[in-house]
């Protein structure tokens, strides 16, 4: 199973493995916003709390049909499937996997961003906490999603669809309580929530996830 | 250790393909699945790996004795051949010394260190089959084992499969070429299933609890065909 | 005599066939007089103005919208525990009908938000949680569209509605927190009189009697012809090997 | 070359194709958009040209790994590369494909995520004008950088990184001709700005795309 | 019409493989070329095709005349087995009629309507080579074309071979195993290029110019190993 964790991190930090394209698609992502918004200090400082949480979630997407699909093509998952390692354990350590090297790397580069948006100085503390927080549920959920479509040929963007709607609930109180903790204000239920969807979703997927694969693997 | 298929049923696609398959293999066995393009051979080798579920019948084996050996060889492109084999071994738990008796037995020590995306056709293949040697596994079923060997390399397979079924072994497999093994042939041609009964057994009376015998194929209850209109 | 029988194809198909034209009619005979008096014999309301007969068809839908997706969640359910394949078949029967319901919904609800609200849309808790359920629908049908084996497909597209279900319960949740907004509370519910005058009140039952009944014929209708696609199929099938 | 236009558009259309779902995916990046900003209508209405501008490349973006990718991994490029057909024309033709089954609806359906957005009145005509002029070049622009990257295995992330620079100055100018146009001021200079952009992409960016394939061919 | 292959080199990611190829072919006659995994006739075959550009040495043949068949088919998987066909007839310009001839050459009729992704894996490569006949090129180029063809199929390809070469076509063929067609093989050992030689040659004198003989492939800049310290 660590193998397998190992192996997924390698591979992403191969030549052309993607580690390093989800934060460059961040960092670019949120870069458009000015151009497209306009360049006005205030605006931005409003909106960054929602523009960083929707650049995340997009850049996370986008790495998503990476998880399956790759090893369905070249027929690995057939053999992880008939190997001892129990679909379960598959699932949940290419999440892990997932997450490692998309959601933290966020996290971290996630402050640098803000800068550029004008993020209020009180928010970074907050943009922290809610993005380590919220992004290992993106993974989950992410993965579950690319279980579903693993059979689709090129089913990026089925994925997508997908998958967004399913991310409304985290970034909804993601962003919440990150613009209630940037304004001083409470936040301790969306924080809650947040927690309480990312717990959730690490605790049952997997499962729903591995049945998904087993079905379309048949 | 033995492994007995009685009555077995299988389908693709949702289309009944194979039933009242029967054998049975025993240890230092080896079976060849023989029969035209599009009989079912990849069906019967899935359905046996436990890929999908077998729609009648029986397959008597131990759990996790099985090693499948699909037509994609499930190899990653940017790692080596070495990296390649390292991880089938952790998976299957087997040890370094495994690892190199793999590559000696397939002629791969000079390959170990390529990408695998840099190997001819022929390379990956025999690169796809050392990954058997690490599964520990008794059984190998194996999809076209030989496609893109040359002359030598199959010769090389033909004798690690002798030795795998001296250990006590089973090998089955599907090819269309001779190996020059010592094994009996099974031809798949005459379990075709016979695509008019399940239409025939959809239209007849008691079509309600599909409780008929039990090796046979559950009714697919969209074949009766009398009241499309 | 159990109801899993209805669950079998044939069954199913001789048994609907038998009351489809009856469900028809008793559709017809309440949708049409709903919506006539809705439209034709109830007053403008004074601050309203004629704008509040657009309620006969707007609630109505927003109703339907909500309960065919239930009803998908629970064939789905079904499909998953006991395998019959005709509640697979009404679930996925059920969605394009359930999405143009929420689609009506929604542009009913937008034509009335003009005159009421002064615009065309916002986002209130309410309004929102819909348009995510229309998200679900689209993904709901574009996944039984990608899968060509039917089983396979009406597996995962039931494992979607339910994880799916459980999600936009959480968002429905989430857009709480916002500041809450301009949409309309409960209008039929326990105490009418505080809510909708007692003359528009039962040309809005009828009308959502008759929805019901309109989503119940569809779905029907929908659903055998799914059986009769499936059967196609698996002739086709056999003709292939034959 | 009618023949491959045909063909795309019509595997566009088939199970798992992926006609209508860049659609979809411009429907729920624009629906993510006060998820995550909250639902206030007039910042709304204020970033709503930016952020339809942004949605609708991103969208595009998210389909262009379809473009030649299926192609090369099925053999089907290397026999058109073999084929009577010149390089040029079969670039031309999937960018042309990519527009009418991405950029086309993403036009038409524009105009109705406005009204989400609580664009203002004035804007509904500039959208519809800047999409139509702006649009193609982001079609052309991806094909360019799918036919960079058509060598790299699920090569998506590296693809976004590579084409979402290029798609900096008709985002620019698309979003500026229309928020000006939305304001009724003078919008002539980005408009044709905007509209140079796309012509001139049209002319050069296929041959040196069919260069690239080329090359990664080989 | 014939084809003339006059000291060619190529080579694989940048990797020099075979060097000094020589061989001609006249109208109607077969090439079989032979030769151990990785010796290099993939790498040839793409040469010949167009896809990269030969290190050194000539190729004369006439422009367009040549038709290559890859390790891949070219099917798309979720169009029936006729629509691939049709796309490749009017990307070739071929009627309906030639269409039909194909089908029926390669068995194909039963399976036209059938979606490709729903083949099996000898029914697909009966179409991916159906498109040969499409191309109306004189000249086939096809790497190991009977991968996964049963028995029965490779007689097929063999009498569609035949036909092609009595009609004033050439085939050269990459395989493993024997047609039974009459044709002259072709041995490729001996052209494997010498992983020495451009070392040595870069440590010689003369390496500026790299002017030696024309059919010589260029020096490597890189490969001159004694200024690595
Ligand atoms: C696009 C805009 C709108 C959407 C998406 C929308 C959606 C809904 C939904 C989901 C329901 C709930 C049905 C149920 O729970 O049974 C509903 C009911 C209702 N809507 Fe709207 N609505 C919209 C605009 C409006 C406007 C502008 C008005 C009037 C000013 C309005 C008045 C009502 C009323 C009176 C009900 C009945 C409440 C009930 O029975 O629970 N809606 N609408
Ligand atoms: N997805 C599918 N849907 C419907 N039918 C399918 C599907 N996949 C395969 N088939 C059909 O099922 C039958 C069995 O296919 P299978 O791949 O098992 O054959 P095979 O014996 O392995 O053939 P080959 O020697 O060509 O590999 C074939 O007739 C094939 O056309
Ligand atoms: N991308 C690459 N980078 C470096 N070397 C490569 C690459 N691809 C192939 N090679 C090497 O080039 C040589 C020729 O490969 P090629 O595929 O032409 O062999 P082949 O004769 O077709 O073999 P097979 O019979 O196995 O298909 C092999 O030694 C192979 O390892
Ligand atoms: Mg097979
Ligand atoms: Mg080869």
């Given at each position: 199973m660590i193998a397998l964790l190992v192996r997924d991190i390698r591979l992403a930090m191969r030549a052309g493995g993607g580690f390093g394209l989800g934060l460059a698609f961040f960092l670019i992502a949120?870069?458009?916003?000015?151009?497209?918004?306009?360049?006005?200090?205030?605006?931005?400082?409003?909106?960054?709390?929602?523009?960083?949480?929707?650049a995340a979630?997009l850049a996370c997407l986008l790495s998503l049909d990476r998880i399956f699909t790759l090893d369905y093509e070249d027929g690995t998952l057939d053999l992880l499937a008939?190997s001892?390692l129990?679909m379960?354990g598959v699932v949940a350590m290419k999440a892990l996997a997932h997450w490692l090297t998309t959601g933290l790397p966020l996290t971290i580069a996630?402050?640098?961003?803000?800068?550029?948006?004008?993020?209020?100085?009180?928010?970074?503390?907050?943009?922290?906490?809610?993005?380590?927080?919220?992004t290992p549920?993106l993974s989950f959920?992410g993965t579950?999603g690319a279980a579903?479509t693993v059979?689709v040929k090129r089913g990026g963007?089925?994925l997508s669809?997908?998958v967004?709607?399913?991310?409304?609930?985290?970034?909804?109180?993601?962003?919440?309580?990150?613009?209630?903790?940037?304004?001083?204000?409470?936040?301790?239920?969306?924080?809650?929530?947040?927690?309480?969807?990312?717990?959730?979703?690490?605790?049952?997927?997997p499962?729903?996830a591995?049945?998904?694969i087993?079905?379309?693997?048949? | 250790?033995?492994?007995?298929?009685?009555?077995?049923?299988?389908?693709?696609?949702?289309?009944?393909?194979?039933?009242?398959?029967?054998?049975?293999?025993?240890?230092?066995?080896?079976?060849?699945?023989?029969?035209?393009?599009?009989?079912?051979?990849?069906?019967?080798?899935?359905?046996?790996?436990?890929?999908?579920?077998?729609?009648?019948?029986?397959?008597?084996?131990?759990?996790?004795?099985?090693?499948?050996g699909a037509h994609a060889d499930g190899l990653k492109s940017t790692l080596t051949a070495l990296e390649n084999l390292r991880f089938w071994a952790r998976v299957h738990g087997a040890g370094e010394?495994e690892i190199g008796?793999a590559l000696?037995?397939f002629?791969l020590a000079d390959l170990a260190e390529r990408p695998a995306h840099s190997l001819s056709a022929g390379q990956k293949r025999r690169l796809g089959l050392a990954r058997l040697l690490l599964t520990?596994?008794?059984?190998?079923?194996?999809?076209?084992?030989?496609?893109s060997?040359?002359?030598?390399?199959?010769?090389?397979?033909?004798?690690?499969?002798?030795?795998?079924?001296?250990?006590?072994?089973?090998?089955?497999?599907?090819?269309?070429?001779?190996?020059?093994?010592?094994?009996?042939?099974?031809?798949?041609?005459?379990?075709?299933?016979?695509?008019?009964?399940?239409?025939?057994?959809?239209?007849?009376?008691?079509?309600?609890?599909?409780?008929?015998?039990?090796?046979?194929?559950?009714?697919?209850?969209?074949?009766?065909?009398?009241?499309?209109? | 005599?159990?109801?899993?029988?209805?669950?079998?194809?044939?069954?199913?198909?001789?048994?609907?066939?038998?009351?489809?034209?009856?469900?028809?009619?008793?559709?017809?005979?309440?949708?049409?007089?709903?919506?006539?008096?809705?439209?034709?014999?109830?007053?403008?309301?004074?601050?309203?103005?004629?704008?509040?007969?657009?309620?006969?068809?707007?609630?109505?839908?927003?109703?339907?919208?909500?309960?065919?997706?239930?009803?998908?969640?629970?064939?789905?359910?079904?499909?998953?525990?006991?395998?019959?394949?005709?509640?697979?078949?009404?679930?996925?029967?059920?969605?394009?009908?359930?999405?143009?319901?929420?689609?009506?919904?929604?542009?009913?609800?937008?034509?009335?938000?003009?005159?009421?609200?002064?615009?065309?849309?916002?986002?209130?808790?309410?309004?929102?949680?819909?348009?995510?359920?229309?998200?679900?629908?689209?993904?709901?049908?574009?996944?039984?569209?990608?899968?060509?084996?039917?089983?396979?497909?009406?597996?995962?597209?039931?494992?979607?509605?339910?994880?799916?279900?459980?999600?936009?319960?959480?968002?429905?949740?989430?857009?709480?927190?916002?500041?809450?907004?301009?949409?309309?509370?409960?209008?039929?519910?326990?105490?009418?009189?505080?809510?909708?005058?007692?003359?528009?009140?039962?040309?809005?039952?009828?009308?959502?009697?008759?929805?019901?009944?309109?989503?119940?014929?569809?779905?029907?209708?929908?659903?055998?012809?799914?059986?009769?696609?499936?059967?196609?199929?698996?002739?086709?099938?056999?003709?292939?090997?034959?």
């Amino acid at each position: 199973m660590i193998a397998l964790l190992v192996r997924d991190i390698r591979l992403a930090m191969r030549a052309g493995g993607g580690f390093g394209l989800g934060l460059a698609f961040f960092l670019i992502a949120v870069m458009l916003v000015p151009f497209g918004v306009g360049p006005e200090g205030g605006l931005l400082g409003t909106i960054a709390p929602g523009i960083l949480w929707i650049a995340a979630l997009l850049a996370c997407l986008l790495s998503l049909d990476r998880i399956f699909t790759l090893d369905y093509e070249d027929g690995t998952l057939d053999l992880l499937a008939t190997s001892p390692l129990p679909m379960e354990g598959v699932v949940a350590m290419k999440a892990l996997a997932h997450w490692l090297t998309t959601g933290l790397p966020l996290t971290i580069a996630a402050p640098v961003l803000g800068l550029l948006l004008n993020l209020p100085e009180s928010a970074y503390y907050w943009l922290v906490v809610t993005f380590l927080l919220g992004t290992p549920a993106l993974s989950f959920i992410g993965t579950f999603g690319a279980a579903l479509t693993v059979g689709v040929k090129r089913g990026g963007l089925l994925l997508s669809l997908l998958v967004l709607p399913l991310y409304i609930p985290s970034l909804t109180f993601g962003a919440e309580a990150l613009r209630r903790g940037a304004e001083g204000m409470a936040n301790t239920v969306p924080l809650l929530m947040l927690a309480g969807i990312t717990l959730g979703t690490i605790a049952l997927l997997p499962f729903v996830a591995a049945q998904a694969i087993r079905i379309n693997l048949r | 250790m033995e492994l007995e298929v009685a009555d077995l049923a299988c389908a693709r696609g949702g289309v009944l393909v194979l039933e009242g398959v029967n054998f049975r293999l025993e240890a230092g066995e080896a079976l060849m699945l023989r029969g035209p393009n599009g009989i079912g051979k990849t069906t019967l080798l899935r359905t046996l790996a436990g890929l999908q579920p077998p729609l009648a019948g029986r397959i008597d084996m131990p759990d996790e004795a099985l090693a499948y050996g699909a037509h994609a060889d499930g190899l990653k492109s940017t790692l080596t051949a070495l990296e390649n084999l390292r991880f089938w071994a952790r998976v299957h738990g087997a040890g370094e010394g495994e690892i190199g008796r793999a590559l000696d037995e397939f002629n791969l020590a000079d390959l170990a260190e390529r990408p695998a995306h840099s190997l001819s056709a022929g390379q990956k293949r025999r690169l796809g089959l050392a990954r058997l040697l690490l599964t520990g596994r008794a059984i190998w079923a194996l999809d076209e084992p030989t496609v893109s060997l040359d002359v030598e390399s199959v010769r090389l397979f033909a004798r690690a499969v002798e030795r795998h079924l001296a250990r006590g072994g089973m090998a089955l497999m599907a090819t269309h070429i001779d190996l020059g093994l010592a094994a009996r042939a099974l031809d798949l041609t005459p379990f075709r299933a016979d695509p008019d009964r399940a239409g025939k057994a959809g239209a007849g009376k008691d079509s309600a609890g599909g409780a008929g015998k039990a090796a046979r194929p559950p009714e697919d209850p969209f074949s009766g065909a009398e009241d499309l209109a | 005599m159990s109801i899993w029988e209805y669950a079998n194809p044939k069954k199913f198909m001789e048994t609907t066939a038998r009351f489809m034209p009856w469900l028809v009619g008793l559709t017809a005979v309440t949708l049409i007089p709903g919506l006539a008096w809705g439209y034709f014999f109830t007053p403008e309301a004074e601050n309203f103005g004629s704008s509040v007969k657009i309620i006969y068809i707007h609630v109505p839908s927003a109703t339907i919208a909500i309960n065919a997706w239930i009803m998908m969640l629970v064939a789905s359910l079904i499909w998953l525990v006991r395998r019959h394949h005709v509640s697979a078949l009404a679930a996925k029967a059920a969605a394009p009908v359930g999405l143009t319901m929420t689609l009506i919904a929604l542009i009913t609800g937008a034509v009335w938000g003009q005159p009421m609200w002064g615009t065309w849309w916002a986002w209130d808790p309410r309004l929102t949680s819909f348009l995510v359920l229309f998200i679900f629908y689209l993904g709901y049908m574009a996944l039984w569209e990608a899968i060509e084996n039917p089983d396979t497909a009406a597996d995962l597209t039931a494992i979607l509605c339910i994880v799916g279900s459980v999600f936009a319960l959480l968002s429905r949740y989430a857009v709480m927190f916002w500041p809450q907004g301009l949409h309309q509370g409960a209008s039929l519910s326990m105490d009418r009189a505080e809510h909708v005058a007692d003359v528009y009140y039962w040309p809005l039952v009828l009308s959502l009697i008759g929805f019901g009944l309109l989503f119940l014929t569809l779905v029907l209708y929908r659903t055998r012809t799914e059986v009769r696609a499936r059967r196609l199929k698996a002739l086709e099938a056999r003709e292939r090997m034959a």
